[in-house]
């Protein structure tokens, strides 16, 4: 027995060892070989940022150091310690491991728990990392990211919040990039706003101050641009040339009244071969009217629209004037007044994950992984006749239900006017599904022909147009003024170039793509994505580009917003007819008041009366069917809910206890069984 019992344990030990053997062999063979099951590949990296780490290695640059501050200890005083940062820094810790394993030896990962009043968390202040106070004696709670050569330079990320995971790779990537690669480009930036804010200028500041004003601030797509490392600098809007030395690339945005001069020197960049980023719209959100207490109605007729229309004409594009993009199956529900529910906005376009296939330009660089984009107040691009050799690819439309609407400045009884913005019912109204999508955005390429191909003379000043100027109205040429002459440019300087048009401006405004929340600004959508995206595109900075192709993780659950949207759209034309018969009778009720004089009214008071009684009573059974058209609506979404609600609270629970109960009646009748036989 002692024999076989020493037999059996040197074999069990055998096993042990060839077990423990094999495993190492194993661990150590297939150490490279990772799966990322999520369904949002949360843990892989994108081929952008594998593509920056294998330039590492291609380039032979020195080992980086990433080290990730976070205060664990500290935070473990903290309420429940914060489980959302717990959670995500976790998923750090493996997406760095991530960048560690494919950078094969060219990054090296610190993991640092900085103690209060320890050198580590000295070094992360020494860093510009911001510690958050969380008690009375000063502790602070550290989660940054520094990233360091070995020479001492570094990028730093100063806190890592929760709620921009689907962004942290690009803004690693992005620290790791500039780090090694300072591109430094220069980008200058046309436009009649000021989107570069007037708080660089101390003099300008100073003079505002005085005046009891204060500084533009600089729109939040350009800080996002400068973080970047693009170098921003403004072009005056009566500049009459752009050096091809000065700028890698041009943004026009909102170029609104641009003088002819201004044009050429645009024209001639492009010409040459210059990319440039256009941003155009019908009603830009930002350009607010000047204000005149003795001219109150020039306010209502101020257009704040910008055009570029001779260079599109040019390039086979156009941008019709007071026309505007609107589409049904994209209109953001909201409340349009502080008392009112919530209405389709048919010019305030939203597209989400659903509408993508079928409004993006499908593998484009510029729209990869975008989830949700929003267009307000935009325009329409339409192609005439492309020149030869020039390509016009649309890339952001409406679907193909899109349609555009005639809305011109001011108000009035006939059509639509700007007056008309705020009321969502009659732009209904006025619209009808069209058959073809609209562009709201498209690139240009090519070799492209010039707007001014003889040259030009050109006013040296051009008058400016006074506050109040009906639209459309061209002041005439001043006599005697000092004109300057443009050749047309050469053949042989001509070169290909790339243009994106946008046929909005209010996409990357802080109004429409960023919003404030409990963690400060943060973006609302990604139009940023797509500007960002634009930029990369035209400097070639694909690799950034494709690390911010990233999707973002969503999981929305849509059934009450498709049932919502299916059963307005069913009412839609019955509304619109009865809001028509509410007006008419409107008109006719203000037509019979009228026929009431001093004169006439003791012998039509009578027939007037009975008139009027019955237009009211017309009215209201219009307006009580209006009514009664909602109130469907919301039975419809009270109904699905019930049932959600119904299969969530009593028939999973149900189902779940009845296959219990079943399987232990089920393991009884097999024990009765077994004891009878």
């Known amino acids: ?149 070995h020479t001492g330079s570094r990028e730093v990320i100063p806190f890592l919040w929760p709620n921009n995971q689907e962004s942290v790779e690009y803004e690693i990537s992005k620290k790791i990039y500039t780090l090694l690669w300072p591109g430094g480009k220069k980008i200058g930036v046309l436009s009649s706003l000021e989107v570069l804010g007037s708080g660089d200028n101390p003099y300008l500041a100073q003079m505002l101050a005085a005046q009891g004003k204060t500084p533009k601030e600089k729109w939040v797509i350009f800080s996002l641009l400068e973080e970047q490392g693009y170098k921003l600098s403004a072009i005056e809007p009566g500049t009459d040339q752009i050096s091809q030395d000065d700028f890698d690339l041009v943004i026009a945005l909102h170029p609104k009244d641009l003088a002819d001069k201004s044009q050429w020197a645009l024209d001639e960049w492009i ?65 349009v007044s502080a008392l009112g529910g919530s209405e389709s906005v048919i010019v305030d376009l939203a597209i989400d994950e659903k509408d993508l296939p079928r409004t993006l330009s499908e593998g484009h660089p510029v729209v990869q992984g975008l989830g949700s984009l929003r267009f307000f107040l935009s325009g329409i691009l339409e192609t005439s006749t492309t020149p030869e050799g020039v390509t016009v690819t649309p890339l952001v439309t409406t679907t193909a239900d899109g349609n555009a609407l005639t809305i011109q400045p001011g108000f009035g009884a006939d059509g639509l006017h700007f007056m008309d913005l705020n009321e969502p019912a009659k732009l209904r109204d006025r619209y009808s599904p069209g058959g073809e999508p609209l562009v709201l955005a498209a690139m240009i390429q090519g070799k492209l022909p010039s707007a001014f191909p003889n040259g030009g003379d050109f006013l040296e000043e051009p008058p400016a147009p006074p506050p109040g100027l009906p639209p459309g109205m061209e002041l005439p040429e001043p006599e005697g003024g000092e004109r300057i002459h443009k050749d047309p440019v050469p053949e042989d300087q001509r070169q290909e170039a790339t243009v994106l048009v946008f046929a909005d401006v209010d996409f990357v405004s802080d109004q429409v793509a960023f919003q404030q929340s409990l963690f400060g600004l943060s973006a609302a959508n990604d139009n940023h994505k797509l500007f960002l995206n634009s930029v990369d595109f035209l400097l070639g900075a694909e690799e950034l580009m494709q690390v911010r192709a990233k999707r973002p993780v969503q999981r929305p659950f849509t059934r009450f917003d498709d049932i919502e949207a299916s059963a307005e759209k069913e009412t839609l ?64 979404l009270e109904s699905e809910e019930a049932k959600v609600r119904f299969s969530m609270l009593w028939l999973m629970p149900a189902l779940v206890l009845g296959f219990g109960v079943f399987q232990s009646f089920k393991r009884r009748e097999r024990r009765n069984r077994s004891r009878r036989g």
């Open 271 to 335: 010409t040459k071969g210059g990319n440039a980023l256009v941003l155009l719209d019908p009603y830009s959100l930002d350009d607010q009217p000047p204000q005149n207490p003795q001219q109150p109605w020039a306010a209502m007729q101020y257009k704040p629209a910008s055009n570029l229309d001779k260079l599109l004409e040019a390039w086979g594009l156009s941008r019709p004037e007071d026309r505007f993009a609107a589409d049904f199956e994209l209109a953001v529900r909201r409340p």
């Open 573 to 636: 034309e019955r509304e619109r007819q009865l809001r028509a018969e509410i007006e008419t009778f409107q008109q006719e009720l203000n037509a019979k008041l009228g026929e009431s004089t001093e004169r006439n009214a003791a012998l039509l008071e009578k027939r007037l009366g009975d008139e009027v009684d019955r237009l009211n009573d017309r009215m209201k059974e219009a307006n009580r069917e209006l009514r009664e058209i909602r109130k469907d609506r919301r039975a419809a």
């Open 1 to 149: 027995m002692k024999k076989i019992f020493e037999s059996r344990m040197t074999t069990a030990l055998l096993i042990l060892l060839i077990a423990a053997l094999a495993v190492h062999i194993l661990g150590t063979f297939f150490s490279g070989i990772r799966g990322d099951l999520t369904a949002d590949n949360l843990y892989s990296l994108t081929p952008g940022t594998e593509q920056i780490l294998g330039k590492m290695q291609q380039e032979g640059v020195q080992p980086l150091d990433v080290s990730l501050y976070f205060s664990q200890t500290t935070g473990k005083t903290l309420p429940k310690f914060i489980k959302d940062f717990i959670t995500y820094e976790r998923y750090l810790r493996n997406l760095l491991k991530e960048y560690e394993r494919a950078a094969d030896g060219r990054i090296r990962l610190h993991f640092i728990d900085p103690l209060p009043d320890s050198d580590d968390a000295e070094d992360a202040q020494d860093f510009g990392l911001e510690g958050k106070p969380i008690n009375q004696q000063g502790d602070l709670f550290f989660f940054g990211l520094v990233v360091q050569t």
